[in-house]
Structure formats: structure tokens, C-alpha cells
């Protein structure tokens, strides 16, 4: 018994999933330049010997400490570099400039054939 023709698939669900992809990539790099400014900010107020008695201190000092407040439980991390950076504040510096070295440094997979 041949087999029925079946109708061609619809093509918008590949699309519809390409955008959601899209989408969520778009926001996780928003989210990683936020943080990644937030935190330079951070370093660079930090060195400078900014503390959180003015208002920029304030506004980015305080509410980045919870980032950074991980890493301060280390031995060593109180450990000044320069003005008030710590070594826990140039870790998360680090941290921020690391990353996209090591998506990029990730070899890229060929697409599977179907």
C-alpha cells in the first residue's frame, strides 16, 4: 500500500524557537553588560578611593556588594591593591573580562546533518 503524501510542515515553528533563542541570547548579554559595567564601575570608584558617603558611592557601592561579598570570605581577598580595591573586587574584574575569552575560545560545533 503506497503511503499517503503527507502536507509540508509548517516552517514557523523553527522560526518561532529561532526567536525565542534570539531572544533569550539578546537578554543575557544585556544582563552581562549591566553587571559587567556595574562592577567596572565598581573597581574603578573603588581604586579611586570613592567611598559610599557620596551619592554615586552610594548608588553603586552598596548595591554591588552582594556581589562581591562571595569572594570575601576567602582568605586574602581583604588584601588592598590599589586606594580601596580589593583583591575580591579585582577578582570579580577578572571574572567579567574572562568570560567572553573563554565563549570565544570554545571550539565551534559543525551542524549535525539530519
Known amino acids: ?57 552610594s548608588a553603586i557601592l552598596r548595591p554591588t556588594d552582594m556581589l562581591a561579598r562571595p569572594i570575601t570570605i576567602l582568605p586574602g581577598s581583604d588584601l588592598k591593591l590599589v586606594g580601596h580595591l580589593s583583591l575580591a573586587d579585582a577578582t570579580l574584574l577578572a571574572v567579567i573580562v574572562l568570560v567572553p575569552i573563554g565563549i570565544v575560545a570554545r571550539p565551534l560545533r559543525s551542524p549535525e546533518p539530519m
Open 1 to 57: 500500500m503506497p503511503k499517503p503524501i503527507e502536507p509540508p510542515r509548517s516552517p514557523r515553528r523553527g522560526a518561532a524557537q529561532e526567536l525565542k533563542s534570539q531572544l533569550a541570547l539578546e537578554l543575557a548579554l544585556n544582563a552581562y553588560a549591566v553587571l559587567g559595567a556595574a562592577i567596572l564601575l565598581r573597581c574603578l570608584l573603588l581604586s579611586l578611593r570613592v567611598d559610599d558617603r557620596l551619592w554615586i558611592g
